[in-house]
Nanobody, 121 residues
Framework: VQLQASGGGAVQAGGSLRLSCVVS????????MGWFRQAPGKEREFVAG????????NYLNSVTGRFTVSRDNAKSTVYLQMNDLKPEDTGIYYC???????????????WGPGTQVTVSS
């Protein structure tokens, strides 16, 4: 599976960003997808997940109500709308295939390049 995340940037606290991830090498409409992030000096963590049609979603507690995961199966793309961003949301954001309702990358360390999000106070 190949993953290309984009849409990151530098914003002030309270701002918004929309991340996109284009997936190839898999039948996209058959797979669940997740977003993860890694802050400097910290472990990578699960942020949001979406079943094959986003009928089931799950979120990291600290982003619930601020972030929304969605997908367009016709475009093989998963999105992460991030509102009311906080400095603690800063990090590199990655997408990955996950198991249904799960919070781990099914493909081990295949993360793709990720996209940087920087939130200033």
């Amino acid at each position: 599976v190949q993953l290309q995340a984009s849409g990151g940037g530098a914003v002030q606290a309270g701002g918004s960003l929309r991340l996109s991830c284009v997936v190839s090498g898999r039948t996209f409409s058959n797979i669940a997808m997740g977003w993860f992030r890694q802050a400097p000096g910290k472990e990578r963590e699960f942020v949001a997940g979406c079943s094959w049609n986003c009928g089931t979603k799950n979120y990291l507690n600290s982003v619930t109500g601020r972030f929304t995961v969605s997908r367009d199966n016709a475009k093989s793309t998963v999105y992460l709308q991030m509102n009311d961003l906080k400095p603690e949301d800063t990090g590199i954001y990655y997408c990955a295939e996950v198991g249904y309702g799960q919070r781990e990358n099914l493909h081990g360390e295949n993360w793709g390049p990720g996209t940087q999000v920087t939130v200033s106070s």
